[in-house]
């Protein structure tokens, strides 16, 4: 009981420290984190003790309360893992997470495909092991049992398919780039706009 309340804490006090709108851990008990993470810890318990129905059913309704957080049982979560906003992320069951890991949202740590891990050895791992200290940016995907190295960043948008060493920087191959537009596109775009927005499309 100790060891949860401490955890607990750790927690709380971790959404403070990284997330600039939180400013007590009276206001990170609402943070979308939290549910994510707390029913994780009893679902893994849970699957780990070979309870694996109930485990997938607490993982199931804490998808629903977290907009789209969907951590499989079987993955492993270090200390102080930080998931913020918690839209849309995944992570598969054989994934490994270390401490002080930031993780935003739309975020997967997946599997490379049935078609492939059905080859692989029973037991065989199919996810990523994330090192300490990892920063995963919004939409990057790493897939397959790859090994993410202590305080890498993986950046916005980046595709991982392969490892990444400590303190490794990934980028997604193109950024977005601003096109100068002319008077005359300008106003095609603007007018654009106005059909959409009065068509009802937003």
């Known amino acids: 009981m100790r060891k949860t309340v401490i955890r607990a804490r750790e927690d709380l006090s971790m959404i403070v420290e990284r997330d600039p709108s939180i400013h007590t851990r009276t206001q990170a008990l609402l943070h979308p984190a939290l549910p994510a993470l707390w029913a994780h810890r009893a679902a893994h318990v849970l699957y780990t003790r070979r309870r694996r129905q109930l485990a997938r059913l607490i993982a199931y309704f804490a998808r629903a309360a977290t907009g789209g957080v969907e951590i499989h049982p079987g993955a492993r979560l270090g200390r102080r893992v930080f998931i913020d906003h918690g839209a849309a992320v995944v992570i598969g069951e054989t994934a490994e997470i270390g401490d002080d890991v930031t993780?935003?949202?739309?975020?997967?740590?997946?599997?490379?495909?049935?078609?492939?891990?059905?080859?692989?050895?029973?037991?065989?791992?199919?996810?990523?092991?994330?090192?300490?200290?990892?920063?995963?940016?919004?939409?990057?995907?790493?897939?397959?049992?790859?090994?993410?190295?202590?305080?890498?960043?993986?950046?916005?948008?980046?595709?991982?398919?392969?490892?990444?060493?400590?303190?490794?920087?990934?980028?997604?191959?193109v950024a977005a780039v601003a096109v100068p537009l002319s008077a005359a596109e300008r106003a095609e775009s603007e007018q654009l706009l106005r059909t959409l927005a009065t068509a009802g499309c937003w």
């Not at 791992?125 to 990892?134: A, E």
């Open 103 to 173: 993780i935003f949202h739309q975020v997967t740590l997946g599997a490379v495909g049935w078609w492939r891990d059905g080859r692989r050895a029973p037991g065989a791992r199919r996810h990523p092991v994330v090192g300490d200290r990892v920063v995963l940016g919004t939409n990057a995907i790493v897939l397959g049992p790859v090994t993410v190295g202590d305080d890498a960043l993986i950046g916005a948008g980046a595709l991982v398919l392969g490892d990444v060493p400590s303190r490794a920087r990934v980028t997604a191959p």
